[in-house]
C-alpha cells in the first residue's frame, strides 16, 4: 500500500510561519520522508517578496502540489461558483487558479502535483478544472462506493486521508494517540487491501502557532483590509520544540511502518493514472445485466456510467446495422450532462427503432465532450437515466436472443446510484468549515456533482 505524506502550506498572516514550513521540511528530509507541501499562490508570492530563498529550497526537495490561488480569502471557490453552471464555472476557476498554478510553477521550479482542496472547499468544476491543467484532486466530498482512488469529472481523484491534529504535536500523550490512531487506520487499510492512503499532517502554521490567521480574520465570509489582520499568537519556544520531536517521531513512523511504501503524491499519482482504450464485450454485458434487473445505473468496476452508457450505444448501433455483437467497444472519455434530465418521466415505452436512433445520437454527442441530459427516441424526449436501463434491456435481449420491439420506460433512474447522499453531504461539507459565508447557497453545487457521477469510476489500482 502507498502512503502520502501531506502539509498545506497557506499562511498569509504570520511571517515566522515561513520558517516553520521550512523546519519541518528539514525534519522530513533529514529521516528520508518526502512528503507533499501543498502550497497556495498566495504563500508562493510572500515567500519570494520576503527573499526566502531557504524556505523555497527547503520545499523544493519534496513535493510540491497546489493548494488554490488565495485560499480562504473571499470568494472562496464555492462562493465564487455558487451560481454558476457548468462551461461558466470551469473557465472561471480557470481563471482565478491559473495565477496560482503559475505563482507556484515559478517560484518552485516545478509542476504542481496534484490540487489539495482548500478548507471544505467543494465544487466539481474545480475539480474538473484542475483535471484539464494536470492536477489530479486530493480530499474530496464526493466518495466512490468502494474505491478510494478514483476518477471523477475525468480527474483523478485521491481520497482517504488521515488528519493529523496541529494542536496536538505540542502535547505528547494526545500526539501519541494520534499516532495509534493512525496506525489502525493504515492496519485498517492494509486489510481492506487499499492501494492507497494519505496522511495529512498539518499546516505549519497552526503547528508553529495557537489559531489559524484565516478563521481569526476571515470566519463566516468576513474580509478586512490588511491593515485590520489580526495576527495568530506564537506557541513557546519549550512548546514548539516539543512539536518538532513529535513531528520527527511521525516521520520515523512512515519510513518504519511494514507493509507500506511512503511516497508523495507525484510519484502515486502515476501509478493510478492508466484507462483502458477499449472495453470487453464481458464488462458490457455485466453493466447491461444489472441495471435490467436493477432498473438502476450502476456505478460499475470498470467504466464510468457515462462511458458505459456510450458503450451500450455503440453495442446497440453495431447489432442494429451489421447484426454483429461487438467482441469490445471503445472506451470514450465523457462528462456528466450539464444541465438536469428531465422530471418528468414522457413516454413510457420506446420502440427498438426509436432505441437505435437514440444509440445513435448518444455517439454522434460523444465528441461534444459532455453526455446530453435528454435524447430523442422516435417522437419522445427521454432521460439519458432511463435510455440507459432501455438500452441495457435491448441488449440483454440481443445476448438472450434478439432485442424486444418495444421497451417499457421506467420513470427513474435520473442519476446514477451512488451510495452517498449528495444532497446532505455537500452542504454540511461547505458549513463545517468556518470561513465560508453562511449564506452560502449549495444548491447548484449539489447540482453539478449529482450530474458529473456520470464519470465516477474506479482507477486501474491493480
Ligand atoms: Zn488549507
Not at 273 to 283: F, T, Y
Not at 370 to 391: H, K, N, Q, T
Request: net charge negative; aromatic share 8%.
Amino acid at each position: 500500500m502507498y502512503v502520502t505524506p501531506f502539509f498545506d502550506v497557506e499562511d498569509i498572516h504570520c511571517p515566522e510561519t515561513d520558517e516553520a514550513a521550512k523546519v519541518i521540511a528539514d525534519i522530513f528530509w533529514e529521516e528520508s520522508v518526502r512528503a507533499t507541501f501543498n502550497v497556495t499562490g498566495d504563500k508562493a508570492r510572500i515567500l519570494t517578496e520576503r527573499d526566502r530563498e531557504d524556505v523555497i529550497t527547503s520545499l523544493t526537495r519534496h513535493d510540491i502540489g497546489f493548494h488554490s490561488n488565495t485560499h480562504s480569502r473571499h470568494p472562496t471557490i464555492s462562493e465564487y461558483l455558487e451560481n454558476s453552471g457548468w462551461t461558466d464555472g470551469v473557465d472561471k476557476v480557470i481563471q482565478e487558479e491559473r495565477p496560482g498554478i503559475a505563482a507556484v510553477r515559478s517560484v518552485f521550479g516545478q509542476e504542481p502535483s496534484c490540487f489539495m482542496r482548500p478548507g471544505a472547499t467543494f465544487a466539481a468544476q474545480a475539480i474538473h478544472a484542475g483535471g484539464k491543467q494536470g492536477l489530479p484532486f486530493v480530499g474530496s466530498a464526493v466518495a466512490h462506493p468502494r474505491e478510494n482512488v478514483f476518477w471523477y469529472t475525468n480527474t483523478l481523484h485521491f481520497t482517504d486521508v488521515f488528519g493529523m491534529s496541529d494542536q496536538d504535536y505540542a502535547a505528547t500523550d494526545r500526539f501519541e494517540e494520534q499516532l495509534f490512531e493512525f496506525d489502525d487506520f493504515l492496519e485498517d487499510a492494509i486489510r481492506k487491501d487499499r492501494a492507497w492512503v494519505g496522511v495529512f499532517c498539518g499546516h505549519p502554521v497552526t503547528i508553529r502557532a495557537n489559531e489559524f490567521g484565516d478563521v481569526l480574520n476571515f470566519a463566516e465570509g468576513r474580509m478586512p483590509p490588511e491593515e485590520e489582520w489580526t495576527r495568530p499568537t506564537l506557541k513557546s519556544a519549550a512548546a514548539w520544540d516539543l512539536a518538532k520531536e513529535n513531528l520527527r517521531r511521525l516521520a520515523v513512523f512512515l519510513r518504519e511502518k511494514d507493509g507500506v511504501t511512503v511516497e508523495p503524491i507525484d510519484r502515486s499519482r502515476r501509478r493510478f493514472d492508466d484507462r483502458p482504450s477499449q472495453v470487453d464485450r464481458a464488462d458490457i454485458l455485466d453493466a447491461a445485466n444489472r441495471a435490467a434487473d436493477d432498473g438502476i445505473v450502476p456505478v460499475t468496476d470498470s467504466l464510468s456510467p457515462a462511458e458505459t452508457l456510450l458503450g451500450f450505444a455503440e453495442f446497440v448501433q453495431s447489432y442494429a446495422r451489421n447484426g454483429v455483437v461487438p467482441d469490445r467497444v471503445t472506451r470514450r472519455s465523457i462528462l456528466g450532462p450539464t444541465v438536469e434530465p428531465p422530471t418528468a418521466p414522457g413516454s413510457d415505452v420506446v420502440y427498438w427503432d426509436g432505441l437505435v436512433d437514440a444509440a445513435d445520437q448518444l455517439l454522434a454527442a460523444s465528441g461534444a465532450g459532455s453526455l446530453p441530459a435528454r435524447v430523442e427516441a422516435g417522437d419522445v424526449d427521454i432521460g439519458i437515466g432511463r435510455i440507459y436501463v432501455a438500452l441495457a434491456v435491448a441488449i440483454e435481449g440481443i445476448r438472450n436472443e434478439a432485442p424486444p420491439p418495444n421497451i417499457d420506460l421506467p420513470d427513474e433512474p435520473r442519476y446514477p446510484a451512488i451510495e452517498q447522499d449528495l444532497e446532505e453531504t455537500i452542504p454540511s461539507w461547505l458549513t463545517s468549515w468556518e470561513i465560508h459565508h453562511p449564506n452560502l447557497d449549495p444548491t447548484a453545487l449539489v447540482t453539478h456533482a449529482r450530474l458529473q457521477t456520470w464519470t465516477m469510476a474506479p482507477a486501474d489500482t491493480g
